[in-house]
């Protein structure tokens, strides 16, 4: 009913900046937080950064500073900048919108995405 679908990884030296973006689509009614988690091999997935409807953001100690979260409401699309990467940031980079859709108007769902891989060699 609703997907959620990720862009923008990738293979980048230590240093480097990328930029993820993620979409959400469906029958959605209202989005409420939307948010970057990621997961490397053998460690549990962890929040990067997230951002409420309003605008209020929240970021992980280890990012905070090097990343940036940004959202059009308008194309329910969330972004991360993220800038002097380095290489313990290599993971796979998952976005989670918070979503209210037709079928549930009144509660919202957490819907995920599939992933996309940042590599950052040293």
């Known amino acids: 009913q609703v997907q959620v ?6 293979l980048v030296q230590a240093g480097g900046s990328l930029r993820l973006s993620c979409a959400a689509s469906g029958s959605i009614v209202r989005i409420n937080h939307m948010g970057w988690y990621r997961q490397a091999p053998g460690n549990q997935r962890e929040l990067v950064a997230l951002i409420t409807n309003d605008g209020i953001t929240n970021y992980a100690d280890s990012v905070r500073g090097r990343f940036t979260i940004s959202r059009d409401n308008a194309k329910n699309t969330v972004y991360l900048q993220m800038n002097s990467l380095k290489p313990e940031d290599t993971a796979g980079y998952y976005c989670k919108a918070e979503t209210a859709t037709t079928r549930t108007p009144f509660r919202t769902v957490d819907y995920w995405g599939q992933g996309t891989q940042v590599t950052v060699s040293s």
């Open 5 to 10: 679908v990720e862009s923008g990884g990738g």
